[in-house]
C-alpha cells in the first residue's frame, strides 16, 4: 500500500470520516457517554491546541497513563496532528516502571488518569525533563482551547507514536512507529482481512496502549468509519457481556484467556442477545477446545492471529472461509514470513523455526537500545521470538516462544502444545507449561493448571489425558494446581515468573 511521503496519520483517520460525511455518526461510545466523528475532530483539534499553548513543539513526547476513554484518542490524535509525539503506556505497572519509561521517553508532558495519579507522585520532582502534568478528564482544558489546528508537516516516515513492549526479561524497549503504520495495518488488516466496514461496531477487551488495542479500537475504526464501545474497568467476563448484550458490537477482539473465562461463566449470554460477527484472538494460540466451544455457544468461529509490538497489529491469521482450528493460519497479505532455524537457514517444511516478519509495519528501532534493535530488526526482517512451524497447505502452528521451548530427550517440545491438551480436558480452565529439570538435571515439562470451578482432576488423570492426546515424552511429569496464572495486562502468560 502506497502512503504519500506528506503525510499525518491523524489527519487522515479524522479528515476521512468528515470528507466522507460521517460528522454526525457515533465515533465513540465510552462509560460516559459517546462522540460524533463532527466532535471528535473539533476536541483533537482543541487538545493538540493546548499542548502547543503549553510551549510543545514537534517530536517533543508527551507519555499517556490513561484508561480507556473519549479523552484517550483525543489526547493521542491531537498530540499527533500538532506533531508531538504520544507514548502509550499499560495502565497495570508499578512507579518504578512508570519513572523509568518518564526517564527513557525524556517526555515533557505526563496524561494520567485520576486513578494512577498516585503511582507517580513519589518521583515526578526527580524527572528534569517533565515539565506538565495533565489530569483527565479534559472537558475544562477543551473549552478554552482554539478549535482551529493546522496539521503538522510530518511524513509517512516521521515518529509517529511509541510503544513500550513487555517483555519477558529486562526493561520495557520504547517501540518507535511512524506515521504510515496504523492506515496500512488496517488495510492490510481490518479492511482486506476482516472485512470490517463502517456498520460496523467494535468492542476490544484489549486496552489503547497495546498493539493490539489501538489497532482494534483506534486505527482500525477510525479508518474504516466504524462506531467504538470504550471500556474502562478490566475486562472481566461480566464486564464483557454487559458490552457485548447492550452495546450489540458487531467486532470483538479478545484473548484467549479471556475467552476461556467467558465459556466458564455461568453468566453466557444466549445467541439471541447478541450481534456479533467476527470474534478475533491474538496474544496467544488459541487452544483449539476454546474455539470449538465458543462456536457451539455462537456459532461464529474465533480468528486467530498473532501480531507484536515491533510489527504493529496482526500479520498472520486465520481468516473468514480460510480457517483451520489449531493453527494462526496463513500471512496477511502484504507480509512475508520466514521460519528459520538457529543459524539463520530456512527450515524444512513442517520442522520448528523461528519466525520472521517483512512488512512496512515494522517499528524504526527500540529507542536507546542500539544492540537490542539491531538483534530484532535485521534489514527488511524482524526478529519475532516465536516458534512455527508450517504444513503443507501453507497454514502456520504456534510451537511457543523460542525462549520458553523445552528439548526433552533431545527433541523440543512445545509449551503451547502441551497446554492445548490440558486445556481440552474437561476440568481444566487454564494451564501453562514450563522446563524443570528432574534428578538428573535433564529438563522436563512442569504443568501449572486452574480448575474450572466446581471441577476435579488429579495429576495422574491428567498426565494419563496428555499421554492420550500427544507423543508420550510430552506429558507433564508434575503438575502443580493452582488458583490462577501470573499474567501480563494482555492476558498472557508470564511462564518466567512460573520457572522462577
Known amino acids: 500500500m502506497e502512503i504519500s511521503r506528506d503525510y499525518n496519520a491523524a489527519e487522515d483517520l479524522i479528515g476521512g470520516n468528515l470528507k466522507a460525511g460521517r460528522a454526525g455518526k457515533i465515533a465513540y461510545i465510552d462509560d460516559s457517554g459517546s462522540c460524533t466523528f463532527g466532535e471528535l475532530a473539533d476536541r483533537v483539534n482543541r487538545f493538540g491546541n493546548h499542548l502547543l499553548s503549553l510551549g510543545l513543539r514537534m517530536e517533543d513526547r508527551i507519555l499517556i497513563a490513561m484508561h480507556d476513554s473519549i479523552d484517550w484518542p483525543v489526547a493521542f490524535l491531537g498530540a499527533i496532528k500538532a506533531g508531538i509525539v504520544p507514548v502509550a503506556v499499560n495502565t497495570l505497572l508499578t512507579p518504578k516502571d512508570y519513572e523509568y519509561m518518564l526517564s527513557d521517553s525524556r517526555a515533557k508532558a505526563l496524561l494520567v488518569s485520576p486513578p494512577l495519579e498516585a503511582q507517580f507522585e513519589p518521583f515526578l520532582s526527580k524527572l528534569p525533563f517533565l515539565e506538565h502534568v495533565l489530569v483527565s478528564p479534559f472537558a475544562e482544558i477543551l473549552s478554552k482551547s482554539n478549535p482551529s489546528l493546522p496539521t503538522a508537516p510530518t511524513t509517512s516516515d516521521d515518529p509517529c507514536f511509541w510503544l513500550y513492549s513487555s517483555g519477558s526479561t529486562g526493561m520495557p524497549k520504547g517501540t518507535v512507529h511512524v506515521h504510515s503504520g496504523l492506515r496500512v495495518t488496517t488495510k492490510l488488516y481490518a479492511e482486506d482481512v476482516v472485512g470490517m466496514n463502517a456498520s460496523d461496531v467494535v468492542f476490544s477487551a484489549a486496552k489503547f496502549f497495546f498493539a493490539y488495542g489501538l489497532g482494534n479500537s483506534l486505527s482500525f475504526p477510525l479508518g474504516v468509519g466504524a462506531t467504538t464501545v470504550l471500556m474502562a474497568e478490566r475486562p472481566t467476563p461480566d464486564a464483557v457481556f454487559k458490552r457485548l448484550t447492550e452495546r450489540k458490537p458487531t467486532f470483538f477482539f479478545g484473548v484467549p484467556t479471556l475467552y476461556a473465562a467467558m465459556l466458564a461463566s455461568p453468566n453466557f449470554p444466549s445467541r439471541p442477545s447478541l450481534s456479533l460477527r467476527r470474534c478475533i484472538s491474538a496474544g496467544e494460540a488459541l487452544p483449539p477446545q476454546i474455539a470449538k466451544s465458543f462456536k457451539e455457544k455462537t456459532g461464529i468461529d474465533i480468528l486467530d492471529g498473532i501480531g507484536s509490538t515491533e510489527m504493529l ?132 515439562p512442569k504443568a501449572f493448571v486452574v480448575l474450572k470451578p466446581g471441577k476435579q482432576a488429579t495429576t495422574e488423570e491428567l498426565q494419563n489425558y496428555v499421554k492420550s492426546k500427544l507423543a508420550p515424552y510430552k506429558y507433564p511429569r508434575w503438575i502443580e494446581f493452582a488458583a490462577e496464572l501470573p499474567k501480563t495486562a494482555t492476558g498472557k502468560i508470564q511462564r518466567f515468573k512460573l520457572r522462577a
Open 313 to 444: 497489529h496482526i500479520f498472520l491469521s486465520n481468516r473468514p472461509g480460510d480457517f483451520r482450528l489449531g493453527t494462526t493460519g496463513k500471512a496477511v497479505p502484504g507480509y512475508e514470513l520466514r521460519l528459520v532455524d538457529e543459524q539463520g537457514n530456512d527450515v524444512k517444511q513442517g520442522e520448528l523455526g523461528e519466525l520472521l516478519i517483512k512488512g512496512s509495519t515494522s517499528a524504526n528501532l527500540y529507542w536507546n537500545n542500539r544492540a537490542k534493535s539491531r538483534s530484532t530488526f535485521i534489514g527488511e526482517w524482524t526478529r519475532s521470538g516465536d516458534k512455527y512451524s508450517q504444513d503443507a497447505d501453507g497454514y502456520y502452528a504456534y510451537g511457543g516462544r523460542t525462549d520458553d521451548m523445552l528439548k526433552v530427550s533431545g527433541i523440543w517440545v512445545s509449551p503451547a502444545e502441551v497446554e492445548a491438551a490440558l486445556v481440552s480436558h474437561e476440568a481444566v480452565l487454564e494451564a501453562a507449561v514450563v522446563g524443570k529439570e528432574d534428578e538428573q538435571k535433564l529438563l522436563k
